[in-house]
């Protein structure tokens, strides 16, 4: 398995030269949760999933606990993906990631995503002191089964619930210490999408994200907590087909 492929994941075919959503999973998560998101939007639109190392078939590798360093990374993975037109889409903190990947493939490759979605999380400029890395196993699985996005199959299970914990410390460390540096504001169009009852991100602080790029900016908020988007995909990935592919034409990569 070569580099890029241990990183990038790809469920499904899509339509010669279609547009690609590059997708990053949440704390904890994992590439395939975004399969059925694969499956919703083919063959128009490609879906690519990271696989961050330290969990499923990446677990006997070390963990990257370090958003910007995870993003620079990816990009090196990503080599060969962006020669068409791409979006990114992250929830949690892989939309910290997916931020900080866009500063890397527009300002320093040049290539500028069609869109960025941003959801269920506070904008890079907002910060909290959240210490929940910091805290015995015993309060971490109490955070997760709190947020509801982990499968209760699993947090049922003690043997697999404390095979993923060091992969879900690792990235609530990554999450609540990344700290924004300030630079060029992305030209892409940015959503933040967010759910009405998430404990982790303020529609305020939803809405910072129009202060991070100089192109359009719009908000989106959903009934429910952190992972309002299991309920509410088809809404989302609706949005998304609209977006990338509803004017009948692609969106243009920077040269």
Same mark, same amino acid.
């Given at each position: 398995?070569?580099? !890029?492929?241990?990183?990038?994941?790809?469920?499904d075919t @899509?339509?010669?030269?279609?547009?690609?959503?590059?997708?990053?999973?949440? @704390?904890?998560?994992?590439?395939?949760?975004?399969?059925?998101?694969?499956?919703?939007?083919?063959? &128009?639109?490609?879906?690519? /999933?990271?696989?961050?190392?330290?969990?499923?078939?990446?677990?006997?590798?070390?963990?990257?606990?370090?958003?910007?360093?995870? /993003?620079?990374?990816? /990009?090196?993975?990503?080599?060969?993906?962006?020669?068409?037109?791409?979006?990114?889409?992250?929830?949690?903190?892989?939309? !910290?990631?997916?931020?900080?990947l866009a $500063?890397?493939?527009?300002?320093?490759?040049? $290539?500028?995503?069609?869109?960025?979605?941003?959801?269920?999380?506070?904008?890079?400029?907002?910060?909290?002191?959240?210490?929940?890395?910091?805290?015995?196993?015993?309060?971490?699985?109490? #955070?997760?089964?709190?947020?509801? %996005?982990?499968?209760?199959?699993?947090?049922?299970?003690?043997?697999?619930?404390?095979?993923?914990?060091?992969?879900?410390?690792?990235?609530?460390?990554?999450?609540?210490?990344? $700290?924004?540096?300030?630079?060029?504001?992305?030209?892409?169009?940015?959503?933040?999408?967010?759910?009405?009852?998430?404990?982790?991100?303020?529609? #305020?602080? &939803?809405?910072a994200w %129009?202060?991070?790029?100089?192109?359009?900016?719009?908000?989106?908020?959903?009934? %429910?907590?952190?992972?309002?988007?299991?309920?509410?995909?088809?809404?989302?990935? %609706?949005?998304?087909?609209?977006?990338?592919?509803?004017?009948?034409? $692609?969106?243009?990569? !920077?040269?």
């Open positions: 398995m070569d580099g !890029s492929s241990l990183w990038i994941r790809r469920y @899509a339509t010669p030269g279609a547009v690609r959503l590059i997708c990053l999973p949440h @704390a904890g998560g994992s590439a395939s949760f975004f399969l059925p998101v694969s499956r919703a939007l083919r063959p &128009a639109i490609e879906v690519l /999933a990271v696989q961050y190392p330290g969990r499923q078939d990446r677990r006997g590798e070390p963990c990257v606990d370090d958003i910007p360093l995870l /993003a620079r990374r990816i /990009a090196q993975a990503l080599a060969g993906w962006t020669d068409r037109p791409f979006a990114l889409f992250g929830h949690s903190m892989g939309a !910290s990631v997916a931020f900080e $500063r890397i493939l527009e300002h320093e490759q040049g $290539r500028t995503p069609a869109w960025l979605w941003a959801s269920g999380r506070r904008a890079p400029s907002r910060n909290r002191n959240e210490r929940v890395h910091t805290l015995d196993d015993d309060h971490l699985i109490a #955070d997760l089964r709190r947020l509801s %996005g982990t499968d209760d199959s699993i947090l049922g299970d003690e043997e697999i619930l404390r095979m993923i914990l060091p992969a879900v410390r690792c990235d609530y460390r990554a999450a609540e210490t990344y $700290r924004w540096q300030p630079g060029p504001p992305l030209s892409c169009p940015v959503t933040a999408l967010v759910g009405d009852d998430d404990q982790k991100v303020t529609e #305020d602080e &939803a809405r %129009g202060g991070h790029t100089c192109g359009p900016f719009d908000h989106r908020m959903f009934p %429910g907590g952190h992972f309002y988007l299991v309920q509410h995909q088809p809404e989302i990935l %609706g949005l998304i087909r609209q977006r990338l592919t509803g004017t009948g034409r $692609r969106p243009v990569v !920077s040269s």
